[in-house]
């Protein structure tokens, strides 16, 4: 009997593309001594925005309250618990195998049939094979693939988007003088 998986939280937010903004994020949660299973920033269809996806254990961590405290920060913009509405998550991993005997090269091929996978380098020696899905999927495909015997692994960590009309965007623009310097918004005026 296995154990249960505990219960992951995914808060993504919306900061301005300064530099600086990712240290505060990360800071806030080592203040408090919580620990990031998974964390991605990339931008978004918006020059100035960006966007930070967070992955957090449930059982340590209330994420509503990360939340509010993530919206504290001066340069977040918008912040959700997406892992609390409908939604669509990926990760991306690439995994470096061994296919050096028929065996390995066989068994290889066979999981990546039955995973959303793709091979993308087979050698005589190696293969990569990519695989983007739901990271419990990943975690079981990589589970799969250590018997043959992995040499290399990398991921992106999760990235999450609200199903249907639940979207996370912003009208928030950055106010430039004519110097070129940004001015410091105040986002709560009346």
Do not use: W
Request: net charge positive; with cysteine; glycine share 4%.
């Amino acid at each position: 009997m296995s154990a249960q998986p505990t219960k992951k939280h995914i808060i993504a937010a919306l900061v301005e593309n300064k530099p600086g903004v990712l240290n505060r994020v990360v800071s806030l949660f080592r203040r408090r001594n919580f620990n990031v299973d998974s964390l991605t920033v990339g931008r978004t269809h918006k020059p100035h925005i960006s966007r930070i996806t967070l992955v957090i254990d449930a059982a340590r961590l209330n994420p509503r309250q990360m939340a509010a405290n993530l919206y504290k920060l001066v340069n977040v913009v918008d912040v959700k618990v997406v892992s609390e509405e409908l939604h669509v998550e990926r990760d991306l991993a690439l995994i470096k195998v061994r296919t050096d005997d028929t065996e390995s090269y066989n068994s290889v091929t066979e999981l990546c049939e039955r995973y959303p996978t793709r091979i993308i380098d087979m050698g005589s020696k190696v293969a990569i094979v990519e695989i983007t899905a739901r990271a419990e999927l990943v975690e079981e495909f990589i589970d799969k693939l250590k018997p043959i015997g992995i040499i290399e692994l990398v991921r992106t960590g999760v990235v999450a988007m609200g199903r249907g009309t639940r979207i996370q965007d912003t009208e928030y623009e950055p106010v430039v003088y004519e110097n070129g310097q940004n001015a410091v918004i105040e986002r709560f005026s009346v």
